[in-house]
């Protein structure tokens, strides 16, 4: 894809994301002496991104939501092509569509909230919020699952195992806080509140940031996206492989437990014969 490698989107959008945080941090903390905002003793991401910082929370927010929902996108178009370990059920594919669908709203719900700022627009403000955060978990829970789905049939890929549980983790953690965070504003726990929505911010840096797992596996198909022959992508393998001290693909993906996975991904026409059982002699 013009030169980039895949994995490098969910890095860059991550980074753009934390870059975004910690400007307003500190610019809130540091330049500007930690002053109160708003009437309330509390300081939300959205009360800092209210006033001069607002340009920069639209700005990056823009910029993180939709890289990240081209990563979800991504993922469904390399996995489609074989460049990922392939679906292997309709409901693979639904499951993946509507971690898409999913994601798209929580992006649209973040570049909402960061255009009707806290302050002028309070109720919508909230209502977008609580879509951004619904869309991601939401999301996160359908690829999850998905992952879930994948893992079954490719138990020998251990990115898809790493992948399955630190997504199942953000779920948890981001879900749990989430609920806290409703909780302490219906309470009118500000700092606390506030607080949370911090770490909720931080950690789905960490989320981004675990996609770039997903896309190891397409880092060695690279090569062979462009329009080239089933030969002509075999012969290549073949020669990488050699080049790896190996005498063949199949040998090559015995070693490291992908037996077949040339053949289910669609690339190339390697198959593995399975060898001839070795029957003992009864000559004693």
């Given at each position: 894809?013009?030169g980039i490698s895949y994995w490098m989107i969910p890095v860059f959008s991550g980074i753009v994301w934390l870059a975004m945080l910690l400007a307003m ?12 905002i708003t009437p309330m003793d509390k300081e939300y991401i959205s009360d800092i ?236």
């Amino acid at each position: 894809m013009l030169g980039i490698s895949y994995w490098m989107i969910p890095v860059f959008s991550g980074i753009v994301w934390l870059a975004m945080l910690l400007a307003m941090l500190l610019t809130w903390t540091v330049a500007d002496g930690a002053p109160i905002i708003t009437p309330m003793d509390k300081e939300y991401i959205s009360d800092i991104g209210a006033h001069e910082l607002q340009p920069l929370f639209i700005a990056m927010g823009t910029v993180t939501v939709v890289t990240f929902n081209i990563v979800f996108i991504s993922e469904r178009w390399l996995r489609h092509n074989g460049r990922l370990h392939g679906n292997t059920s309709i409901f693979q594919k639904v499951l993946s569509s509507l971690a898409i669908i999913c994601s798209l709203a929580g992006g649209i719900g973040l570049i909402c909230l960061t255009c009707l700022n806290d302050v002028k627009h309070h109720t919508a403000h909230d209502i977008c919020l609580a879509i951004f955060i619904g869309g991601y978990i939401l999301s996160a829970i359908f690829i999850c699952w998905e992952y879930q789905r994948l893992g079954i049939h490719y138990r020998q890929h251990r990115v898809l195992r790493i992948s399955f549980w630190v997504k199942l983790t953000f779920i948890i953690v981001e879900l749990g806080m989430a609920i806290g965070f409703g909780i302490c504003n219906r309470k009118s726990w500000w700092n606390t509140a506030a607080i949370l929505e911090w770490v909720i911010a931080f950690i789905y840096t960490f989320y981004v940031w675990s996609f770039a797992i997903d896309f190891i596996p397409a880092i060695r198909t690279k090569n062979y996206e462009s329009g080239d022959t089933e030969v002509e992508v075999a012969m290549a393998m073949e020669e990488e492989s050699r080049q790896r001290g190996f005498s063949s693909v199949e040998e090559e993906q015995r070693r490291y437990g992908n037996v077949g996975s040339a053949a289910s991904s669609g690339v190339g026409n390697a198959k593995y014969q399975p060898e001839e059982p070795v029957v003992p002699s009864r000559n004693f």
